[in-house]
């Protein structure tokens, strides 16, 4: 019974912040710098803390997403 309900738990964590997690691998695996100059120093620490940045990155994206909608149905 509880290993059914961790099961459960992280199913919904990821579908809920599943955005954040591959935001942050398409970043790391796909930098927007190639060569010598490549950094990806910022998010190689940032997947150290994977289950911080993962869910941060999804909350920064819902609400961009949000404030997008909202201001594209305000008068002018």
Sequence with gaps: MRDALKF?????WYLLFGV???SMYLK???????????NTAITA??????HIWG????IV???TI???????FMPE
């Design 61 to 63: 994206i819902y609400i």
């Design 45 to 50: 620490r940032q997947l150290k803390a994977k």
């Design 20 to 22: 954040g997690y591959i």
């Design 55 to 58: 869910p941060f990155n999804a």
């Design 28 to 38: 790391y695996y796909f930098p927007k710098e190639w060569g010598k100059e490549r």
């Design 8 to 12: 459960i738990t992280k199913i919904i």
């Design 66 to 72: 949000f404030l997008l909608v909202i201001f594209s």
